[in-house]
């Protein structure tokens, strides 16, 4: 298992980092999906640009304050974290996220996917919010 743990600051209110991440009905901003499929309020899919499908589960929903997954596909399995802040002059996001490759052949390039897909997300978030 790999992970990953970032902490990124925006300038804007904790209000809205904390609806841009979690709304799922409105996620054109992500440069990395085709579309999310929302199944139930704990359930959801996300479908890459290739249409590789990625099953997700909240296993922790605590507005303005945590919001936690477990995800997996044929290839991955694992856990990502967000802790929501107020600071001073804005919001503090602290993301974990810990994958596991399902094939022995994957695990050495975990780390650097890993790393990759959170800089993507976190940049993706950082123009969306216009930081």
């Not at 936690?68 to 290839?75: L, P, S």
Request: net charge negative; proline share 2%.
């Amino acid at each position: 298992m790999a992970t990953s743990r970032v902490t990124i600051h925006f300038s804007c209110p904790v209000e809205q980092v904390w609806q841009t991440v979690t709304d799922l009905m409105n996620t054109a901003w992500r440069s990395d999906l085709k579309r999310v499929e929302v199944l139930d309020e704990t359930h959801f899919v996300e479908y890459t640009k290739s249409g590789y499908a990625t099953n997700f589960t909240v296993t922790a929903c605590e507005s303005l304050r945590r919001w936690a997954f477990t995800m997996e596909n044929g290839n991955m399995s694992g856990f990502w974290e967000g802790i929501f802040e107020t600071a001073e002059d804005g919001t503090r996001l602290h993301c974990t996220e810990t994958v596991g490759a399902k094939h022995w052949w994957m695990r050495p390039f975990v780390p650097g996917y890993l790393k990759r897909q959170q800089r993507l997300y976190l940049d993706d978030l950082r123009k969306e919010l216009q930081e």
